[in-house]
């Protein structure tokens, strides 16, 4: 194509160069006297203008064609040449869109299965979770129910409980169960170590002094006696005021109502050459006790100088186990002579005893190996009768094998 331009280009010069020439010579002949010559000379310089006019018009097309020829053909070729890189192309496109394709839906399966299996999974799981946890409601609820019928009977039980608080001899009798339950629980069914309701002696109005419980100690404390006290009304005004005023006043109160049955307890209770010269103050509710140890250390201290042992249903089991390992271990120390004798006696009869079992022990070796020697003539018989039963040879061994073992026994 840039061929062709510069071919047209150069034709163009050339006439212009042509014309220029021709115009220049007309001008020149103008300013002189035309002759007749000079029209010939321009007549023929007209025509051969025109027939190289013709000429190069001629080539130029032949030209022009000739180089449209060339470039439709390189054209053409250049146009199969891009055919052909454009299907090439189109085809590696095609083939690699497909195997991306390929591998994405391959891919996304995967990953389809793998959500799939998650879900499903977590699903399950959901699904046994949400089981349990319905079960576990379940459960919770009927627990709840329970508890909630439970609650009911120890409403029950709280408000048949308030009512025999609130009476004095209802509570005395409280009182008196706690401790033979405590009394029961160490000592068992064991006769002699304790007594309930036990009278001391008469008092100065002519009335029986009797103890809620005595427990019989060595000598020469002969026994300890216990006395259930239950200062509940007392106890529980304190916590029906928020006054602290009050509150104070009524702890005080409290606290010399708690004095009074210590010092009603030693009167009683303590008596020279009978009882321990201590006594025990059973307080029925562990809250009572903890309170007193708490809040009223000079009624603690009071009933340690008045030798009286306040106790709960905690503390009490573990004094009345000591005081019967006391009383067991000063019993065994008492018998330990009359253990001893026994001991020698049976040291005595143990030293029979060997020497008969060694007597006996030999006779019982001879004996076995006479029954060794039994088994072996039994065998023996046995294996010829089974001979005689089979129709074997036999021979005379059988009667000097008896006399041997005749000989041996």
């Known amino acids: 194509m840039e061929y062709i331009i510069s071919i047209v ?38 025509q051969q203008i025109n027939s190289l006019t013709d000429q190069l018009k001629t080539n130029i097309e032949l030209s022009v064609v000739k180089e449209m020829n060339k470039v439709l053909e390189q054209t053409n070729k250049t146009s199969e040449m891009s055919n052909e890189k454009l299907e090439r192309f189109q085809t590696n496109i095609t083939e690699s869109l497909a195997s991306r ?23 399950a799981e959901g699904f046994k979770t949400t089981s349990e946890t319905i079960t576990q409601v379940r459960e919770r609820l009927k627990a709840i129910d329970t508890a909630q019928r439970n609650i009911e009977k120890l409403s029950e039980d709280v408000i048949s409980l308030r009512s025999v608080l609130e009476g004095n001899q209802s509570r005395g009798q409280y009182g008196e169960y706690q401790l033979s339950m405590v009394l029961h629980n160490v000592f068992g069914d064991t006769t002699g170590c304790y007594k309930e ?15 809620d419980a005595i427990v019989y100690m060595p000598e020469p ?77 000079d009624v603690v201290e009071y009933a340690r100088k008045q030798r009286i042992i306040l106790t709960s249903p905690s503390t009490l089991p573990a004094i009345l186990v000591t005081i019967n390992m006391v009383r067991i271990e000063v019993a065994r120390s008492k018998n330990a002579e009359e253990i001893n004798r026994h001991l020698h006696r049976l040291a005595k009869d143990f030293e029979m005893f060997e020497k008969d079992w060694n007597k006996f022990s030999t006779a019982l070796e001879r004996t076995t190996k006479q029954k060794d020697m039994f088994d072996q003539r039994v065998g023996r018989l046995t294996g010829k009768f089974q001979a005689i039963a089979t129709n074997s040879n036999l021979s005379d061994e059988p ?11």
């Open 399 to 409: 009667i000097q094998i008896a006399k041997k073992d005749e000989e041996e026994a």
């Open 101 to 123: 394709f390929d591998a994405l839906n391959k891919q996304i399966e995967t990953k389809l299965f793998e959500i799939n299996k998650r879900v499903d999974d977590r699903l």
């Open 197 to 211: 309701q036990y009278t001391l002696k008469k008092g100065k109005d002519g009335n029986d002094v009797r103890a």
């Open 9 to 46: 280009l150069s034709s163009l010069i050339l006439a212009a160069v042509i014309v220029s020439v021709v115009l220049i010579f007309v001008y020149l002949k103008k300013s002189k006297a035309t002759t007749t010559l000079d029209l010939k000379e321009i007549g023929v310089l007209q």
């Open 221 to 297: 404390n002969k026994m300890i006696c216990i006395d259930s006290k239950f200062p509940f009304q007392d106890y529980q005004r304190i916590f029906d005021t928020d006054d602290a005023d009050e509150k104070t006043k009524l702890t005080k109160d409290f606290g010399g109502a708690v004095k009074k049955h210590i010092t009603s307890i030693k009167d009683k209770y303590i008596i020279p050459g009978k009882t321990a010269p201590e006594a025990l103050m059973f307080i029925p509710n562990d809250g009572v006790f903890a309170f007193i140890h708490h809040n009223l250390e």
